[in-house]
């Protein structure tokens, strides 16, 4: 299950930028996912609730996450969401975004 190393680098990377900025409190990590990284959002949520469930910085944090849809790029010009066969040329286009799993954004308490 790769949702579990997904929800502890989320978790990892969150906790070293909270830190970094002198945070007592992680409330929020907005997380950019693409619809063909083949994640289940769910289930990195559950796996992610397994890691902070003994540290207090993340003591009610909540996870939202942004699905990114594909878009494919072909050497003919085109850009678009066709990322199976080019419209334009028939060829095979490349697939420049859709797979990405991202920490976009940290919402951190500095003071109590």
Do not use: W
């Given at each position: 299950?790769?949702?579990?190393g997904?929800?502890y680098?989320?978790?990892?990377?969150?906790?070293?930028?909270?830190?970094?900025?002198?945070?007592?409190?992680v409330?929020t990590?907005?997380?950019d996912?693409g619809?063909?990284?083949?994640?289940?959002?769910?289930?990195?949520?559950?796996?992610?609730?397994?890691?902070?469930?003994?540290?207090?910085?993340f003591?009610?944090?909540?996870?939202?996450f942004?699905?990114i849809?594909?878009?494919?790029?072909?050497?003919?010009?085109?850009?678009?969401?066709?990322?199976?066969?080019?419209?334009?040329c028939?060829?095979?286009?490349?697939?420049v975004?859709?797979?990405?799993?991202?920490?976009?954004?940290?919402?951190?308490?500095?003071?109590?």
């Amino acid at each position: 299950m790769h949702e579990s190393g997904i929800a502890y680098d989320i978790y990892a990377t969150s906790k070293r930028a909270a830190e970094d900025n002198g945070a007592i409190k992680v409330k929020t990590i907005y997380v950019d996912v693409g619809s063909m990284a083949m994640v289940n959002p769910d289930q990195v949520e559950f796996m992610f609730g397994t890691f902070i469930v003994d540290d207090p910085m993340f003591d009610r944090t909540k996870l939202v996450f942004t699905t990114i849809p594909p878009i494919a790029e072909c050497e003919c010009g085109y850009c678009g969401s066709e990322i199976f066969v080019c419209p334009t040329c028939g060829k095979l286009p490349r697939l420049v975004q859709g797979r990405e799993i991202l920490v976009k954004n940290i919402e951190i308490d500095t003071e109590e």
